[in-house]
């Protein structure tokens, strides 16, 4: 009995690249490469239309659910790679595959590529779906609006495709090629999803992330680490800054108003942020903001609190509704670990009536009153970095 021997990756978005295209489906191999490096057996091959993996013998089906987490890909069909393209080894492989699928309908889809093999598209559907009906008119019939089987045939240049099992991917662009933000990772629930659509648009991160010993616990680490062992799914190396914040936090306490306290420790943040990109190359920055969900997300408060920095913040979340946010986290596998109830520096020193619509020239006002640039330096150079890898060597940095 035959059986599917290869597994066709299907590009997407990358289709409408251009001259890019190349170069985006070279960072997709590498991607894929990475993905499946455990499955040694496997034979990784690309060409300019898909990517293909001979499977040898290995099961289809985690090999499958781990390229489904790859961004950058379309779908994935489940193929079996006929090398003698002779019409009659078309038909009676596909009568073989057929006999292995469960339905009492059938429709043959065919595309040829190759035009100069001898038979167009509509003859090669007729021969086919003729040969199944002539072996098997008692148990199956045709249907071409809504069968039980889809039995696809690609003709190209090198072999015939035959398969009837196509797989949803990731969708998106392949990690890297949008280049790197630095992006905000509080361990709530909005930052980490935040993180996997970037990812999944195919830019790469790194995180940063503000702690205030001893009013935040050290299980909030643990907590950011876990979820980037998460996203490790996603991108396979992930660097963490964790920025001591104390002292930032207890100055804003000190000069002023409560109500101006979050917006303050906001443009602290994005300062930071800020100049921790531009050290680390990473030309955007990214959040896990979402407009309106918290005083310090109103439109007003973010154009305050966006005026210490011209470098782009992206707000991936920015439109989504809460449950949205919370359906994606559950889908990644982010949300158990979001809600442990370890609290970050900004929820622990959230004051009881926050400013939700903040003036400028108050702010700066209040940032006049106390020293705050050696306090930025200051935690900057006690930066504390954390590499969280899927591989052993977790000290490495290749990003």
Not at 135 to 161: F, M, T
Not at 193 to 203: D, F, Q, W
Not at 375 to 387: D, M, Q, R
């Given at each position: 009995?035959?059986?599917?021997?290869?597994?066709?990756?299907?590009?997407?978005?990358?289709?409408?690249?251009?001259?890019?295209?190349?170069?985006?489906?070279?960072?997709?191999?590498?991607?894929?490469?990475?993905?499946?490096?455990?499955?040694?057996?496997l034979e990784i091959k690309m060409r300019h239309d898909h990517i293909y993996i001979t499977?040898?013998?290995?099961?289809?089906?985690?090999?499958?659910?781990?390229?489904?987490?790859?961004?950058?890909?379309?779908?994935?069909?489940?193929?079996?790679?006929?090398?003698?393209?002779?019409?009659?080894?078309?038909?009676?492989?596909?009568?073989?595959?057929?006999?292995?699928?469960?339905?009492?309908?059938?429709?043959?889809?065919?595309?040829?590529?190759?035009?100069?093999?001898?038979?167009?598209?509509?003859?090669?559907?007729?021969?086919?779906?003729?040969?199944?009906?002539?072996?098997?008119?008692?148990?199956?019939?045709?249907?071409?609006?809504?069968?039980?089987?889809?039995?696809?045939?690609?003709?190209?240049?090198?072999?015939?495709?035959?398969?009837?099992?196509?797989?949803?991917?990731?969708?998106?662009?392949?990690?890297?090629?949008?280049?790197?933000?630095?992006?905000?990772?509080?361990?709530?629930?909005?930052?980490?999803?935040?993180?996997?659509?970037?990812?999944?648009?195919?830019?790469?991160?790194?995180?940063?992330?503000?702690?205030?010993?001893?009013?935040?616990?050290?299980?909030?680490?643990?907590?950011?680490?876990?979820?980037?062992?998460?996203?490790?799914?996603?991108?396979?190396?992930?660097?963490?800054?964790?920025?001591?914040?104390?002292?930032?936090?207890?100055?804003?306490?000190?000069?002023?108003?409560?109500?101006?306290?979050?917006?303050?420790?906001?443009?602290?943040?994005?300062?930071?942020?800020?100049?921790?990109?531009?050290?680390?190359?990473?030309?955007?920055?990214?959040?896990?903001?979402?407009?309106?969900?918290?005083?310090?997300?109103?439109?007003?408060?973010?154009?305050?609190?966006?005026?210490?920095?011209?470098?782009?913040?992206?707000?991936?979340?920015?439109?989504?509704?809460?449950?949205?946010?919370?359906?994606?986290?559950?889908?990644?596998?982010?949300?158990?670990?979001?809600?442990?109830?370890?609290?970050?520096?900004?929820?622990?020193?959230?004051?009881?009536?926050?400013?939700?619509?903040?003036?400028?020239?108050?702010?700066?006002?209040?940032?006049?009153?106390?020293?705050?640039?050696?306090?930025?330096?200051?935690?900057?150079?006690?930066?504390?970095?954390?590499?969280?890898?899927?591989?052993?060597?977790?000290?490495?940095?290749?990003?």
């Open positions: 009995m035959i059986k599917y021997d290869h597994i066709m990756v299907r590009f997407g978005e990358l289709s409408t690249k251009g001259k890019n295209k190349i170069d985006f489906i070279r960072v997709l191999f590498h991607n894929i490469q990475r993905a499946v490096k455990d499955f040694s057996a499977l040898n013998d290995v099961d289809y089906k985690p090999v499958i659910e781990r390229l489904q987490d790859v961004s950058g890909i379309q779908g994935l069909s489940l193929v079996y790679k006929a090398e003698d393209r002779d019409i009659e080894n078309i038909k009676k492989v596909s009568l073989e595959l057929i006999d292995q699928e469960e339905g009492k309908t059938f429709k043959v889809k065919v595309k040829r590529t190759d035009k100069t093999y001898p038979f167009i598209s509509d003859q090669i559907t007729r021969l086919v779906a003729g040969h199944i009906l002539k072996n098997r008119g008692d148990k199956l019939s045709v249907d071409v609006h809504n069968p039980d089987i889809l039995l696809s045939i690609e003709v190209r240049e090198e072999a015939a495709y035959i398969f009837s099992h196509t797989f949803p991917g990731a969708g998106g662009y392949p990690l890297g090629v949008g280049g790197k933000s630095m992006h905000m990772l509080s361990g709530g629930i909005d930052s980490p999803v935040a993180a996997y659509l970037l990812m999944k648009r195919g830019v790469s991160i790194e995180c940063i992330h503000f702690a205030s010993p001893p009013y935040t616990q050290a299980g909030v680490i643990y907590k950011l680490e876990d979820l980037l062992k998460v996203l490790n799914k996603y991108q396979g190396k992930i660097r963490l800054h964790i920025i001591p914040f104390t002292k930032i936090q207890e100055a804003i306490y000190d000069h002023c108003p409560e109500s101006y306290c979050i917006t303050m420790m906001r443009r602290m943040m994005f300062r930071l942020a800020d100049r921790l990109a531009k050290m680390r190359k990473c030309p955007v920055i990214s959040s896990g903001e979402s407009v309106g969900q918290v005083a310090s997300q109103t439109l007003q408060s973010m154009r305050v609190i966006n005026e210490v920095t011209n470098m782009p913040i992206i707000r991936p979340c920015a439109t989504m509704d809460k449950t949205d946010i919370i359906a994606t986290s559950i889908k990644i596998g982010t949300y158990d670990i979001s809600i442990r109830p370890f609290i970050d520096c900004c929820t622990i020193f959230t004051p009881k009536s926050p400013k939700t619509a903040p003036h400028l020239d108050e702010v700066k006002k209040f940032e006049e009153e106390f020293d705050y640039e050696p306090l930025l330096k200051e935690a900057l150079s006690n930066v504390e970095v954390k590499f969280i890898s899927d591989e052993e060597d977790k000290k490495e940095d290749l990003l």
